[in-house]
């Protein structure tokens, strides 16, 4: 019996829905009609959830049972409030302004819903990972509106840290304090951008604004499509993502499945994306560069360290346990992690501080732990060997030598080097130096530059790679 199927779900659901008490005090427990399929009621026995004789017609909830099944009504948004007071809806139809992909999905959302939760509740259907920048875009009442979370930086218009004086700007509205019935249904068009280095843009059309429910949970009624993974390189790289997945045959098919099932990749479920709503609140941003560095590590409470620096935390005076979890040591705190930062992190000691910060914020994200050692091993070797031959080369001044990284030194000396690999390597840094900006370590404008030429550049660095391969290139140059 497969534990993960609707079946085993909602057995147990119904079970417990349908239930009643006998005994009293502490003999009291909850009883429910065996009148289900066999097989389910037996692996849910197996595992705990119910108990039952053979030749009963009722068996007994256990204490386990109820509090899964509970669990399991939360996940799926069933209420179980015996008079929820009805909220309007909105009936949403997202498209991905795609220009040969197709995917779409239909939502329904609470009409007194704020941007930002809208958001948020965008980033759990798709399983993204909301760590980019977004904005929404429409035109109310002939005036462009801009609705974006205050700039991280800023704490202001996000447009003050990446749009250039003199440009034409619209008005800017928080997305965390204005609503969706505040622009719709009068507005019935917007377009939703997401990740300015991969460029998605997903055009939402209001459908309908009468229905009411007793529930305030968000709900995808229909999908259609796969949605994308994060940092896949714009759908470009999607499409290539997708050829790769459909072939097995392929040289890189297994690691892509891996690295695709790591950023949270997965064909369209309309069950799987509901689970996620159920819980949409659990996407939330949380605006780490309000925190002081110290207090960003100390809410997590350990570190993570990568195997092959682990060594040095224990000189540099961390406790390494096995799994490469390292708590805080008597010579080691916060304040000495990240005291490499005050000089951009020149030195090697001063590296692997910047990457205990970076898996720190990995591990934060809930990424699988193969996801978070991929992303160090790239970054790693990013920053202690090619900045390290660039004459120790900082942490700030690394964005600057990329091109010569992933452009040349990476495809002509590195044993791995493939396509693939060329395109995690870039996402594994892209994902590193969004970190060091949460850090303070670089500025918004630097992240933004790093995006933009590994967006532009990309195809570029893959076409060197072939050429390279092929046997045709420049000796005298190389």
Not at 149 to 156: K, L, N, Q
Not at 369 to 378: A, G, P
Request: charged share 25%; with cysteine; aromatic share 14%.
């Amino acid at each position: 019996m497969d534990r993960s199927s609707l079946r085993y779900d909602l057995t147990l659901m119904l079970a417990s829905l349908s239930s009643w008490t006998e005994g009293k005090g502490s003999f009291a427990h909850a009883v429910a009609w065996k009148d289900y399929d066999f097989d389910t009621l037996d692996t849910l026995q197996e595992d705990g959830y119910l108990q039952f004789g053979r030749r009963s017609k009722t068996m007994t909830l256990t204490e386990d049972g109820i509090r899964h099944a509970r669990e399991l009504l939360d996940a799926y948004g069933i209420s179980l409030d015996p008079d929820p007071q009805p909220q309007r809806f909105f009936r949403l139809h997202l498209r991905f302004d795609f220009s040969s992909l197709h995917c779409m999905r239909t939502l329904l959302v609470p009409m007194h819903t704020t941007f930002e939760d809208f958001h948020t509740q965008i980033q759990a259907c798709l399983n993204w990972l909301n760590y980019h920048l977004y904005d929404f875009r429409l035109t109310s009442n002939g005036e462009n509106l801009f609705i974006a979370w205050p700039d991280y930086g800023t704490g202001g218009d996000p447009r003050d840290e990446w749009q250039m004086p003199g440009e034409s700007q619209p008005r800017w509205l928080n997305a965390a304090t204005t609503y969706l019935d505040d622009l719709l249904p009068q507005t019935r068009e917007m377009v939703y951008s997401y990740d300015y280095g991969d460029g998605w843009e997903i055009r939402i059309t209001v459908l309908n604004q009468k229905e009411s429910f007793s529930s305030d949970v968000p709900f995808c009624w229909d999908g259609d499509g796969d949605a994308p993974p994060e940092d896949v390189g714009g759908e470009g790289g999607f499409e290539q993502f997708l050829r790769v997945l459909g072939d097995p045959s392929h040289e890189d098919h297994e690691w892509l499945k891996n690295w695709g099932e790591g950023q949270g990749f997965e064909h369209f479920s309309k069950r799987e994306a509901n689970k996620r709503l159920a819980h949409w609140q659990d996407w939330a941003r949380t605006d780490v560069s309000s925190m002081p560095c110290e207090a960003q590590l100390a809410a997590f409470g350990k570190v993570l360290v990568p195997p092959a620096t682990s060594e040095r935390a224990q000189a540099a005076g961390f406790t390494v346990i096995p799994g490469g979890v390292s708590d805080y040591g008597a010579g080691a705190s916060p304040d000495s992690l990240l005291s490499a930062f005050k000089d951009g992190g020149r030195s090697r000691a001063d590296k692997d501080a910047s990457l205990a910060a970076f898996a720190t914020y990995l591990h934060g994200q809930g990424l699988k732990e193969k996801t978070i050692e991929n992303h160090l091993f790239n970054v790693e070797f990013y920053l202690n060997t090619y900045l390290t031959r660039m004459g120790n080369a900082s942490v700030q001044e690394g964005i600057d030598l990329l091109e010569g990284f992933l452009g040349n030194f990476f495809i002509h000396d590195c044993m791995w080097s493939s396509k693939a690999s060329i395109k995690s390597t870039a996402a594994s840094i892209k994902k590193f130096y969004r970190c060091m900006v949460w850090q303070g370590v670089v500025t918004q404008e630097q992240y933004r530059a790093l995006c933009t030429q590994i967006k532009e550049r990309q195809s570029d660095w893959i076409a060197e790679l072939e050429a390279w391969e092929r046997g045709d290139f420049d000796d005298d140059w190389y």
